[in-house]
């Protein structure tokens, strides 16, 4: 019923920028919050950063200072812009959204596909 498409991910320098979008579409009512959050291999899935709806923000330790995150409600979209990049920010980046759908009264999580993010020393 929701679909939600990551883009941006890829190869950068250490030092580098990267800017993650999302999009979500399906038969969305309204959505909650939308995040970030990312995997490394070995690692469990960590919360990058959050934004409600309203914007309010809150983020990961290892985002702080570095990371920004935002949102369009019209587009129903998250993005992350990713400044100062370090090797250990190397990860899959997921999206993620709390939404309520049509015929359901009530939200809940949905999750992309994940994009790969790889930073080089």
């Known amino acids: 019923q929701v679909n939600l498409v990551e883009s941006g991910g890829g190869l950068v320098q250490a030092g580098g920028s990267l800017r993650l979008s999302c999009a979500a579409s399906g038969s969305i009512v309204n959505i909650n919050s939308m995040g970030w959050y990312r995997q490394a291999p070995g690692k469990p899935r960590d919360l990058v950063a959050i934004?409600?709806?309203?914007?309010?923000?809150n983020y990961g330790d290892s985002a702080k200072g570095r990371f920004t995150i935002s949102r369009d409600n019209v587009k129903n979209s998250v993005y992350l812009q990713m400044n100062s990049l370090k090797p250990e920010d190397t990860a899959v980046y997921y999206c993620?959204?709390?939404?309520?759908?049509?015929?359901?009264?009530?939200?809940?999580?949905?999750w992309g596909q994940g994009t790969q993010v790889t930073v080089s020393s």
């Open positions: 934004i409600s709806r309203g914007g309010t923000t």
């Open positions: 993620k959204a709390e939404v309520r759908v049509i015929l359901e009264p009530f939200y809940r999580d949905y």
